[in-house]
């Protein structure tokens, strides 16, 4: 019997699938902690014998180097990968022939120069025509990848890649065919992702505002336009893939550190990244502090945020938090964790060492100070797309991706208010300017959505 198992990872907007025919497994897209895929494949009676790539996973690192040492299953890559792992190169029309199914490679390059899409033919139930499409970061749910992550072609050279794929192969699957992707809506590899999980080949045709009729250099014009920044720690997560990940087995256990050893490694330049809720964090934390909170995109902001190479201290409420911090971290390549702060905030409270706090604001509050304060700068930190659909007057955009790299346009001196949707990356933001030396930031609580609520004046673009 053919069985069809997706694996959403909410944190990184991630899908990933194992299919299984004759007590055969496939794995697609693996993520890093991989006990999932052997524990479904025991129930399922399954044995683990492929693991596909479609691409090179910029976003997180893939689990496909400790599954395949686990089961002994093969890997499979697009051709000119590079990858540095035992792999078999997959080509158009190569295969891998199940018991009740068909897997036919399609190479689909545009969001990647190697990237893959795979065929499914359910051999029992519709043996001459295709069931299903999984389509990596190539076709998404409302959207297509973005084509700006090679180091050899031009963003317009890979939208151009990316056109002739949709439109030369995988649009030319029956509009009945399952589609599955590498990711949803919260992922950055894309711009316009729906929630859903799934759809078909003939939704897309209807809805997908990249699939509308349109000439190949229209399209190439459209995905090139205002692209959102391309987070830095993309391309080092590339490389690890292209490598293979050391397993999460293989990583040095947390260690519990007092708070005078927190303050020495805070001075010898180590990051503190505190995964606590905004709330909490800006009523109190250790100054210079990083804030993620654990709910949301934790994983993707902190990478953001702090990057692969600084060694981190969590900071968390309780040891479950700073646990889960640590795997999701590993998952997008953090790896140099040094140890979590003991008894966390209370630790460092006990050792009588200062505390600082974040300024918050209400949306009303800050309509207010904007009237009367002409020392008030408000800074905008989402995303292109969001900035567009309406934002705050007077408001300047810096999206959260790329803030570090703009803090010179920025006034430290200015009382600095920062907004996103929901308050959630403004926290980040906030934190950051304090990190740099900024002394007069201000939250804005409840972000544009509280703004929207309030009836206030917003600027549409």
């Not at 691409?55 to 540095?84: K, P």
Request: glycine residues 10%; negative net charge.
């Amino acid at each position: 019997m053919l069985t069809v198992d997706q694996f959403y990872l909410g944190c990184l907007a991630h899908a990933s699938y194992l299919v299984g025919s004759g007590g055969v497994g496939v794995v697609i897209d693996p993520q890093r902690d991989i006990g999932q895929y052997l524990e479904t494949a025991r129930e399922r009676g399954l044995t683990i014998r492929h693991i596909i790539e479609t691409h090179l996973h910029a976003d997180f690192v893939s689990g496909h180097r400790e599954l395949a040492e686990a089961t002994g299953a093969q890997i499979y890559l697009g051709d000119g990968s590079g990858a540095e792992f035992d792999h078999v190169p997959v080509r158009d029309g190569d295969e891998i022939l199940l018991e009740d199914c068909k897997l036919q490679f399609l190479q689909t390059p545009g969001h990647t120069e190697e990237s893959v899409s795979i065929v499914l033919n359910d051999l029992e139930k519709r043996p001459s025509a295709p069931s299903v499409v999984f389509t990596g970061d190539t076709l998404f749910i409302g959207d297509v990848g973005r084509p700006d992550l090679s180091k050899k072609h031009t963003p317009q050279e890979l939208a151009g890649m990316l056109y002739d794929s949709l439109h030369n192969k995988i649009l030319r699957l029956p509009d009945d065919v399952q589609v599955y992707p590498a990711h949803g809506a919260g992922s950055m590899c894309g711009r316009n992702m729906s929630e859903e999980h799934s759809s078909t080949i003939g939704r897309e045709k209807q809805t997908n505002y990249a699939l509308r009729p349109m000439g190949r250099q229209a399209f190439v014009e459209m995905m090139t336009t205002d692209l959102p920044a391309r987070p830095e720690y993309f391309a080092q997560d590339v490389e690890l893939n292209r490598k293979g990940a050391v397993a999460l087995s293989d990583l040095a256990p947390l260690r519990a550190l007092k708070a005078e050893e927190v303050e020495r490694l805070r001075a010898a330049s180590a990051i503190l990244l505190d995964v606590r809720a905004a709330r909490e964090f800006a009523a109190a934390h250790v100054p210079g502090s990083i804030n993620v909170g654990l709910g949301g995109q934790f994983a993707t902001w902190a990478a953001v945020a702090v990057g692969l190479d600084r060694e981190i201290v969590l900071v968390g409420e309780h040891q479950d938090a700073v646990e889960e911090a640590r795997i999701r971290l590993a998952r997008v390549g953090i790896e140099r964790v040094a140890g979590y702060l003991e008894s966390g905030l209370d630790g460092w409270r006990r050792s009588r060492l200062t505390l600082a706090v974040t300024a918050q604001v209400s949306a009303s509050e800050l309509s207010s100070r904007m009237r009367d304060d002409d020392d008030l700068v408000v800074v905008d930190v989402r995303q292109p797309a969001e900035w567009r659909l309406g934002h705050v007057p007077g408001a300047v955009h810096y999206a959260l991706t790329e803030l570090q790299h703009r803090l010179r346009e920025l006034d430290p001196r200015r009382v600095t208010a920062v907004y996103c949707k929901g308050g959630y990356r403004s926290s980040i933001a906030a934190s950051l300017l304090e990190s740099h030396g900024w002394e007069r930031v201000v939250n804005v609580t409840g972000g544009f959505d509280a703004w929207y609520s309030a009836g206030l004046a917003a600027v549409v673009e």
